[in-house]
């Protein structure tokens, strides 16, 4: 059985080789990119990449942070707000952790708690705070970051959105049933 009638009988089109030869020809003059469109729309955080290492019990954290009135890490939605070091090997990034369980998958996403567009304008840190609907706030220029849920950096209302300003994101993964692990 040839080549072209296996592809004939297995719905794949079969292209011509003078085509094909056409077609490798110009792109390698013409350049050709492929990216997604989600990320044409967002810039850089302009809060700098810190080293990050934070490692939490998913059970524990919300009673040992004694945040009581939010919904737990183990909760989905649920998320925590890390604004100093438990212990001495903890390193929280630029002005803390915002570590996010996600409501619609068992995933987990983490932030850095400083705001990007006063970090940007002042290079001083004002740390996010979360609100009702879960949404992160800064209580300084008022930026919202409605996505975080979701797992979205970019900003929805305020100055930082204006200015296509997202939150700085960072690596979290969980390693077993009770323990997630923040990293660069």
Not at 4 to 33: D, N
Not at 137 to 162: D, H, I, L, M, W
Request: hydrophobic residues 40%; negative net charge; proline residues 7%.
């Amino acid at each position: 059985m040839g080549i072209k009638r296996i592809f004939t009988w297995l719905g794949i089109p079969v292209i011509p080789m003078s085509s094909l030869l056409v077609f490798l020809l110009v792109s390698s003059f013409v350049p050709i990119s492929f990216s997604s469109c989600a990320d044409d729309d967002m810039s850089e955080s302009p809060v700098p990449a810190m080293r990050v290492n934070y490692s939490c019990n998913i059970t524990t954290i919300n009673a040992a942070l004694q945040q009581t009135d939010v919904p737990h890490l183990d909760c989905q939605p649920g998320y925590v707000l890390i604004n100093g070091h438990q212990n001495a090997s903890d390193v929280i990034g630029m002005g803390g952790l915002l570590i996010f369980h996600s409501a619609f998958e068992d995933t987990y996403y983490a932030f850095d708690l400083a705001c990007p567009y006063c970090y940007d304008h002042t290079h001083k840190v004002q740390r996010i705070e979360m609100n009702d609907t879960f949404a992160a706030v800064c209580p300084q220029c008022e930026s919202e970051f409605r996505g975080v849920q979701y797992g979205s950096p970019a900003a929805s209302v305020g100055p930082a959105n204006a200015e296509n300003l997202p939150l700085r994101t960072y690596r979290a993964k969980r390693l077993n049933y009770n323990t997630v692990l923040v990293t660069p």
